[in-house]
């Protein structure tokens, strides 16, 4: 028979019954996304490798522990057939063709009469690459064209624009630390397609160079108000541009909802009934520090670690922080917005118990090119941080995790 290209189309398999036979390394990495694709999965296969066996127990696909028998495929919309048996793929094979049932082949890609092609998403669509015919399949051709796609429409190397009427509204992107790398790939790709940033003085200011020209850029630190209106500015100024139909992203540093007052920027839109997506980011409480080489809990050393605002002192009526139970826990305290206060903070804590030689490091503009770490103990940080002229934002790290590198494990033994 003359040589065909394969017919591409996307199958929708919610609740539609897959056959998966085998339960080995090619089982494994197609699963998830039959899985994800909504189907209804039956797997039959005497043994099951680890990963297979935690999808079986979490109930996403129903394990019949036992060869292939003649009959497993009658019902099936599509099979995957993937045993080590290649006399027991063939009679599966010859099933599935008697039944009409598309199947992958796992070790005769000539005798499927259906091909996997390598998949990735972005930007809520899936590409998925194929190659023309049986005689030309390169698997790895495949999957570096696949890549190579993906990867251009995320880092906007490869423009597609949309045609599609954008629905407008507001989302609140936590952009990370700072590093332009570590806002998420959600939140990347919704700042390509804003028409209006409101961006924080903290987070990836970087990326707001790359922005192009017909975007309104606002610098949320810059809006014109007494500091105490700062937010209800910020606020009107969403709402404003929302009801002009734009795309508009508010970029925060960090997570959004950590000491980000996201979620007053969420009621305030909600009140006038504008749609608002949120897009977490990665807080500089866990990054900054792990970006300065200290982990927040280590076994054997931290088994928990608590993230505190220090924007007000201990002694102020003003904080709801509980210092002394602080004082006494045996974890990593974390203290964002508290280099102002860390003499009050520091000299609370032994105060209330905690050793005065308890390692402390501040961390400033972390994962910047500007980041620095000045160590110090809770009873010399705040002298240290006069000497050393440390500026916000810093996170700092109170713990033993301060002292934790990489060879103090060996160290320690
Ligand atoms: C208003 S809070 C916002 C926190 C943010 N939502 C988050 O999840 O990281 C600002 C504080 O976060 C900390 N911070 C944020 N980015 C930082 C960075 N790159 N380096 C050091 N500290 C940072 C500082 O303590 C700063 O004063």
């Not at 982990?295 to 928990?304: D, F, I, K, L």
């Not at 509980?322 to 974390?334: E, F, I, N, Q, Y």
Request: hydrophobic content about 40%; aromatic content about 4%.
């Amino acid at each position: 028979m003359a040589e065909h290209p394969a017919y591409p189309v996307g199958l929708r398999l919610t609740g539609r019954r897959v056959v998966v036979l085998g339960g080995g390394q090619v089982a494994q990495r197609r699963l998830p996304a039959l899985i994800a694709a909504g189907a209804g999965i039956i797997l039959v296969s005497p043994e099951v490798t680890p990963s297979v066996q935690a999808m079986a127990d979490a109930g996403e696909i129903t394990w019949h522990q036992r060869a292939y028998e003649e009959g497993d495929l009658a019902d099936a919309w599509y099979a995957l057939i993937a045993t080590g048996d290649t006399e027991a793929n063939t009679r599966a094979s010859a099933e599935a063709e008697r039944n009409r049932v598309w199947c992958v082949r796992s070790d005769d890609a000539d005798e499927a009469t259906a091909w996997t092609p390598a998949t990735g998403h972005s930007e809520g669509v899936t590409v998925a690459v194929l190659t023309t015919d049986a005689r030309g399949r390169d698997p790895r051709h495949t999957a570096a064209i696949r890549d190579a796609v993906v990867e251009g429409l995320r880092d906007g190397t490869l423009v597609a624009p949309h045609h599609r009427t954008r629905t407008p509204g507001v989302a609140l992107v936590g952009g990370g630390p700072g590093d332009p790398d570590l806002i998420t790939v959600r939140g990347r790709r919704l700042l390509a397609e804003a028409d209006v940033v409101i961006a924080d003085r903290l987070g990836p200011r970087d990326l707001l160079a790359e922005l192009p020209p017909h975007v309104e850029v606002i610098d949320a630190a810059k809006i014109p108000y007494g500091r105490y209106m700062a937010q209800e500015a910020i606020n009107n100024a969403l709402i404003e541009h929302a009801k002009q139909g734009k795309s508009v992203v508010r970029l925060k540093g960090g997570d959004p909802y950590v000491f980000g007052r996201g979620m007053e920027e969420v009621q305030a839109l909600a009140e006038v009934g504008i749609p608002c997506t949120v897009v977490p980011g990665i807080s500089s409480s866990i990054s900054v520090p792990s970006a300065a080489g200290i982990p927040v809990t280590h076994r054997g050393v931290a088994h928990e670690f608590t993230v505190v605002s220090g924007h007000v002192a201990p002694d102020d009526e003003r904080s709801l922080v509980d210092w002394p139970s602080l004082a006494r826990l045996t974890g990593t305290l974390v203290i964002l917005m508290g280099v102002d206060k860390i003499g009050k903070i520091a000299e609370t804590l032994v105060a209330h118990g905690k050793p005065a030689d308890t390692p402390v490091a501040l961390v400033q503009e972390g994962t910047t090119a500007a980041q620095r770490r000045v160590d110090a103990t809770l009873a010399t940080v705040a002298e240290t941080v006069r000497a050393e002229d440390v500026k916000p934002p810093a996170v700092i790290v109170i713990g033993e995790v301060v002292e934790v590198g990489p060879t103090a494990g060996a160290l320690r033994k």
